[in-house]
């Protein structure tokens, strides 16, 4: 797959809702009705982080899930981008980007949301074929005006911010020209998932939904 054909199709996963949730989920038992209350809630694309022992068995349940569409987040190597595909993921994540990761990535055939934080690093994805990324981590590299600054000179990439984006400044991302959606974990609360407040979720779900873009 060629980068041009992989962000187009992870432009496509991320136009399907303003939040794409970033989940770290510690047991499997949850990952399926996690998943469905998200997607009930109108949260269909689903990251789910590379950082728990059960990651990617939560991956391989949540792909079970009608409408969903589940990626693995936190890839770092070859090894992973192989794993996350194993177990099920449409999709991947990455914090930043090496050329191992985006060749596997490539050749797998895997759209991934490769991370980039400074013009420079936008400009190299960008030489390679890469024009969606993942801007991150968004607050601590200056936040929406930091995005919108590195967005004037390089119209051609667009960014799904993550890291530090909440209720209170997720509308101030979204509503900048190169940004198509946000990553955000506030919508999967970890003490509501541990106590199955799944009706919860959903309502966190909705009311991500429907901000604005």
């Known amino acids: 797959m060629t980068p041009l054909h992989a962000s187009q199709l992870a432009r496509e996963i991320c136009e399907l809702a303003p939040i794409i949730p970033v989940l770290v989920v510690d047991d499997a038992a949850h990952a399926q009705p996690l998943a469905q209350a998200l997607v009930a809630g109108g949260l269909p694309a689903l990251e789910v982080t590379l950082r728990t022992p059960a990651a990617l068995e939560v991956i391989a349940e949540m792909a079970k899930v009608d409408g969903g569409v589940v990626g693995a987040g936190t890839l770092l ?3 992973d981008v192989h794993a996350a595909i194993d177990a099920g993921a449409k999709f991947g ?7 191992r990761l985006l060749d596997a990535c490539e050749e797998a055939g895997l759209p991934l ?40 000179p390089i119209p051609q990439v667009s ?32 003490d509501k998932v541990k106590a199955g407040d799944w009706d919860a979720i959903t309502k966190l779900a909705k009311d991500a939904a429907a901000l604005p873009r």
């Open 77 to 79: 190597t070859p090894e």
């Open 93 to 99: 994540v990455s914090p930043g980007a090496t050329d």
């Open 113 to 152: 949301l490769p991370g980039a934080a400074t013009a420079s690093e936008a400009m190299r994805l960008l030489e390679r074929g890469y024009t969606m990324l993942k801007f991150f981590p968004a607050e601590a590299s200056g936040g929406a005006p930091a995005l919108k600054a590195i967005g004037a």
């Open 159 to 190: 960014f799904c911010p993550t890291g530090g984006v909440s209720p209170s400044n997720a509308t101030d991302y979204l509503s900048l020209s190169n940004v198509i959606c946000a990553g955000g974990s506030w919508v999967a609360p970890a």
